[in-house]
């Protein structure tokens, strides 16, 4: 008998929260990354420390791809609710591995179902809490990949916890092997051995976040904690101190945005990190950033709302709020980054804008976006150039000799000279009152109209280098996207591609100001069909009040808190160009 | 930078010109911090002076300094940011009574107990002034105004026992009719290294019919030392019903940022390209 070969898998492990999910999760990802391997993930998980489903996919394969897939080829499952939860996403042949009281394995439908005592396996081997590392085994064994690639891993992963825990750990992966070749033996293949390519990195969009913020210069973040945003305050928090800056957690969001602002007019690159909830309570300030025009960056890991809403679910339905929210008018530039990969860039540009423009800066991610992990290139550190925009020195300032620094001063571009204090000659007064170009509050109507005018129309040049990606622009119909629903639209694509259906893909970075002279011919009249997790297509909407796009237009929306599937994007995309087709038939 | 500098005077501090009420306490506190600024030889660009909303916030206007006006309730988390980023620059927070101890009254107390070292004014006048004359946090039992017509039947906030309660290390309170007092009080409080508290009792001459300078005249105690335990400095404050002046209370200990122990450098971020060889040494963490 030959061993079929595969060039992908699509694996998931699910137990109760507090079982080891996660790290089994990782363990097995990683592991397959440095295989040479993409990687995809995307953890479910509850609003709770322990109890609760809770499931880590992963999909690998030879080619990049941004989704996480929609499929299970290998399922562990450490109870019977996973099953339950996930049966419906097993490929024909899948293979389930579960947790039971005997070993038994038996078809059933479409799969089958291999019931293991893991537990009382691992117990026997000396170590209760190793019953993962069987699993891993198994599915290590399943996929015909080399027992050493774990080993290595569980070396570094437990060096810390010594020898009697490393050779419990290889034991239990060991047994695993050895259960697959005595039960199982005519259900393994071969995972296709690929170049190993150390190029590459294995990192969340969290993680992306931070490093290109801090990269940036970033020396502050305040914030509170919040999922899923948390994560980007910690790896901050890990390395901040090393370079001269910190983080701070606040008593409240309120404070992580205006400990943010004071810091930044005092001269230092700062930032806050939340999600929904910290953006409603920090909204007044984003306002204060504004009219003082003191640069801050703010990063909203969207979730599902409102109110509390789905804590630990992913959604895209914040957009309005960024794009809108505060009262009066101010000058604001949204970003979100189209993949893990962009974040760090994204991150690190939004640093120079806001300082560059003086503004509020606000980098959306989404909970997808935010905390899986996947393959991304290596960093090019060519690509952002750190910019602190028009800082004036003490010899600069002092050639304006002023007794009050004119720190709103018009200028031709609407961006007036910033003195950081400290400076001798900059002293100035910087209000959220409306003030004229000495800093000084006024009701003047003539001075007010001029600097809302200087004020609001800073903006109008900012961009980010990336500011969107087109793929085959030139399509009558386009699917747009924005954040982590780029990976199915690219999928989505690809898949129509294969069946002579071509539409263009437009993921947009940078949501205001929209760049509007670049993206116009591709969707002015067009077809314009966005892919947004949120009830209102909030995206389309947008896009709406910028540009004439055809009547066919639509949104595909999903608001359950779970990240769209490739498959039901494909259908809905399909019936929709068929609608199109026979209504333009119609009229014809 | 160095930059020889004559030493600072009071018209160095002369900003904007003054919207307050004749007779309104807030001159003698602007009067009060300058001529303490003065003495101490800081100059204008070496203060940052942090406000929130209110008559009283308007004095990062007219006091010529680095400041910032900011939003109703958040001087304090503006002024902590500012001196975290700027450590070698002398912040002062201020505003009013419904500003720090209403709706900034969270703030507050974690500034408490988190001792960064900053000077934080409140000029309390126990009333809101600037929305023309409605009951305020520290507004007294049954005191009548547009929004308690039949009386006041919350009690004023205790401000400086909650500070006392909660670790602060400077607690002190002034008087707008006693500005030479009051002036020494936030020089000492400017020296103080961590949070220091100086709630002033500075009256608004236009809504606050009760709480008047002569009220402050007749009811005053003056404390001439600190006191020894915070305990004794709560018990001192309730025997008289909050109606003290001085130094209450003071404790050394190391400031927040002092206790992280950190070098310093947030304010150094340069110009040109980001640094390549810790982007690869960081990269690591990911492979």
Redesign the interface.
């Known amino acids: 008998m030959t061993m079929a070969s595969i060039r992908k898998l699509e694996w998931k492990v699910g137990g109760q929260q507090g079982e080891g999910i996660d790290s089994t999760g990782e363990i097995m990802t990683k592991t397959l990354f440095r295989y040479g391997y993409y990687v995809t993930t995307y953890k479910q998980f509850m609003s709770r420390i322990k109890g609760g489903h809770t499931n880590y996919k992963l999909r690998a394969t030879q080619e990049p791809t941004r989704h996480a897939g929609d499929d299970v080829d290998i399922l562990i499952a450490l109870d019977e609710e996973t099953l339950t939860v996930n049966r419906s996403e097993l490929v024909p042949g899948a293979i389930v591995i579960m947790e039971g009281k005997d070993v038994n394995i038996t078809h059933v439908e479409d799969y089958i179902l291999a019931t293991f005592p893991l537990k009382a396996i691992a117990t026997a081997l000396g170590n209760p809490l190793a019953k993962n590392m069987v699993a891993l085994g198994m599915t290590g064994a399943l996929i015909s990949l080399p027992v050493e690639e774990f080993y290595t891993f569980i070396e570094e992963q437990f060096a810390k916890k010594g020898k009697a825990v490393i050779d419990s750990n290889k034991a239990a992966v060991d047994k695993g092997y050895a259960l697959v070749q005595e039960h199982l033996k005519d259900r393994v293949k071969t995972l296709e051995a690929v170049p190993r390519n150390p190029d590459r990195l294995y990192i969340s969009g969290n993680e992306a976040t931070a490093f290109g913020s801090f990269m940036a210069g970033c020396r502050f973040l305040s914030a509170y904690p919040i999922t899923p945003a948390s994560e980007i305050m910690e790896w901050m928090s890990a390395h901040l101190p090393a370079v001269g800056g910190t983080i701070m957690q606040v008593e409240d969001e309120i404070a992580g945005i205006t400990f943010a602002i004071g810091a930044s007019f005092a001269g230092a690159r700062a930032m806050t990190s939340t999600s929904g909830p910290g953006l409603s309570l920090k909204t007044e300030a984003f306002g204060l950033a504004a009219l003082s025009e003191t640069p801050i960056v703010i990063v909203d890991s969207q979730r599902a709302g409102p109110s509390t809403g789905l804590p630990t679910k992913h959604e895209q339905s914040d957009l309005y709020h960024m794009l809108f929210g505060t009262h009066g008018e101010i000058p604001r530039i949204v970003l979100y980054p189209s993949s893990i990969e962009d974040a760090f860039y994204v991150a690190a540009e939004a640093f120079n804008l806001a300082e560059m423009y003086q503004c509020p800066v606000f980098v959306a991610l989404d909970l997808a976006l935010s905390m899986n992990r996947t393959t991304t290139p290596r960093i090019d550190a060519t690509r952002v150039a750190i910019n602190r925009g028009k800082i004036v020195t003490p010899e600069e300032a002092e050639k304006y000799g002023e007794f009050i620094f004119k720190r709103y001063r018009f200028t031709e571009d609407g961006i007036s000279p910033r003195a950081l204090p400290g400076n001798p000659y900059g002293v100035h007064t910087t209000s959220s009152n409306e003030h004229g170009e000495d800093g000084y509050i006024t009701e003047d109507p003539e001075i007010r109209t001029k600097i809302m005018q200087k004020r609001l129309g800073k903006i109008k040049s900012a961009r980010l280098s990336r500011p969107y990606y087109v793929v085959d622009g030139d399509a009558p119909v386009v699917l747009v996207g924005v954040g982590s629903v780029r990976g199915v639209i690219e999928e989505v694509k690809a898949r129509l591609a294969e069946e002579g259906i071509h539409v263009g893909g437009l993921f947009i970075q940078q949501l205001h100001p929209l760049p509007v002279e670049e993206i116009q011919s591709y969707v002015t009249g067009k077809t314009v069909i966005t892919v947004e997790n949120n009830y209102y297509g909030q995206l389309l909407n947008w896009l709406k009040m910028h540009f004439p796009i055809h009547a066919s237009s639509h949104s595909i929306t999903q608001y359950d808190g779970n990240p769209f599937k490739i498959g039901r994007v494909y259908h809905e995309v399909k019936e929709l160009l068929e609608h199109v087709r026979r209504t333009q038939k119609t009229h014809a | 930078?160095s930059?020889e500098?004559k030493k600072p005077t009071l018209k160095d501090f002369k900003?904007?010109t003054s919207t307050w009420c004749p007779g309104c306490g807030h001159f003698s506190v602007m009067a009060g911090l300058q001529r303490a600024l003065v003495n101490l030889g800081i100059?204008?660009?070496?203060v940052?002076t942090?406000t929130g909303?209110g008559c009283s916030s308007?004095i990062?206007?007219y006091t010529?300094?680095?400041?910032?006006?900011?939003?109703h309730g958040?001087a304090l988390?503006?002024?902590?940011?500012?001196?975290?980023?700027?450590p070698?620059?002398h912040v002062i927070a201020a505003g009013g009574d419904g500003d720090g101890y209403g709706i900034g009254a969270?703030?507050f107390?974690?500034a408490v107990r988190r001792n960064i070292d900053l000077t934080y004014l409140v000029m309390d006048n126990s009333i809101y002034g600037l929305t023309k004359g409605q009951t305020s946090p520290r507004s007294q039992h049954d005191f009548v105004s547009k929004t308690t017509l039949k009386g006041n039947k919350e009690y004023p906030l205790d401000a400086l026992s909650i500070a006392l309660a909660n670790g602060a290390t400077f607690v002190a309170q002034a008087f707008s009719g006693d500005v030479k007092r009051m002036s020494e009080l936030i020089e000492k409080a400017i020296q103080h290294k961590g949070f220091s508290l100086v709630n002033i009792f500075s009256p608004c001459v236009t809504y606050n019919k009760v709480n008047t300078y002569d009220y402050y005249r007749d009811h005053l105690v003056t404390i001439d030392e600190p006191l020894p335990t915070r305990e004794e400095a709560i018990r001192v404050l309730k025997e008289h019903d909050g109606n003290v002046q001085g130094l209450l209370f003071v404790e050394e200990r190391d400031d927040f940022q002092k206790q992280?122990g950190?070098?310093?450098?947030?304010?150094?971020?340069?110009?040109?390209?980001?640094?390549?060889a810790?982007?690869r040494a960081?990269?690591k963490e990911?492979?």
Do not use: C
């Open positions: 930078m930059v500098l900003g904007d100059h204008p660009h070496e940052i942090v909303i308007k990062s206007e010529r300094t680095y400041g910032f006006h900011t939003i958040r988390p503006v002024a902590q940011g500012a001196k975290m980023a700027a070698e620059m969270g703030h107390v974690h992280l950190i070098d310093w450098k947030m304010r150094d971020v340069q110009n040109g390209p980001m640094d390549e810790m982007i960081l990269e990911f492979m």
